[in-house]
């Protein structure tokens, strides 16, 4: 398939996919149709201040639309009649019932890491396996941690082959915006070893000695990883400080110019003039990255609301085949959002 100007419709407009909506429109290979919605609030308001169309599941929401004063574009089925392809950010586990929708349409879908790796024929992070998801009909982007973890490790695996990686993830408790979320006074440990993100990282990287523990912390701004590699062969800390800068989408952070807490790199991004102070890259602590006993230690943030926005852009272009390498839809997809190799 090759498509000049993609027809893309956004089912869902909350922390993904408003950014991804937005971040469509940016692209001068896609058109963004429009985004769905399911009930009225501070989002749609949003959205018509973008001009962007709104699309409902039925007459009763779009009663309930117009009652407040919202313009509604149309049906969903009647977006999904004009899409190419569909982005599903609707809320986590809702993806299997939208799938048999967008399969009647026999439309192609891009799913969000909530979704079970069954529900399609790749997860996908774009500078590991681009190219593996070309054409098809169904891919899923993985979660904010799974992305994090696949772009580290698939650049330290460049550097020398891996024996095995060990993982503690300190995840924070809620997006800023919400409230009904904990913990609010607790360090909350999970139980599951390894956490359900170790397995996840294999469905992208293929076969790999991976273990994973987390933690939910009372902060809302990042997420954290503290990684442990061993590697078959020496490598040194300038190596994989090299391999970090070489990398699409991870930014070595320099501890020495204060930049040394998740909250200084979501202050940088603010003064970036980055909108709603996204970070797309992995933000790497230089001063972390050790080497001792022949064991890499390093830590790095993630901001779980911007993440993985590139790789949905990324993922349209691979499904439709707009572009045939992941070299170059990283480079508009990055170019595009403003997304830095480094500092």
Known sequence: MSLMVARVFVNGFGTIGKRVAIAVMKQGDMKLLGVGKRTPDFKTIIAEKLNIPIFVENEEQERKFEELG????????????EADIVVDASPEGMGEKNKAIYQQYNKRAIFQGGE???????????????????GKKYIRVVSCNTTALARVIHALRNL???KRVRTLLIRRAADPWETKKGPINAI???????SHHAPDVKTVLGELDILSIA????????????????????????DVLNAMEEAPRILVIPVDLELDSTA????????LGRPRNDLY????FDKSVKVANGELWMSYAVHQEAIVVPENIDAIRSALKLAISADESIRKTDDSLGILRRL
Do not use: C, W
């Open 70 to 81: 919202f313009k509604i574009a149309g049906q969903v089925n009647e977006a999904l009649e």
């Open 188 to 194: 909350v440990p999970t139980f599951q070893i390894p």
């Open 281 to 284: 890259e992995v933000a790497v």
């Open 264 to 271: 200084s790199i979501i202050e940088f991004a603010r003064d």
């Open 116 to 134: 079970k790796a069954s529900i399609a024929e790749v997860s996908f992070v774009a500078q590991v396996n681009y190219e593996k998801a070309l």
């Open 160 to 162: 020398a082959g891996i």
């Open 215 to 238: 933690v939910v912390v009372p902060t809302t701004l990042m997420h954290l990883h503290v990684l442990n590699v061993e590697f078959e062969g020496n490598v040194s800390e300038e």
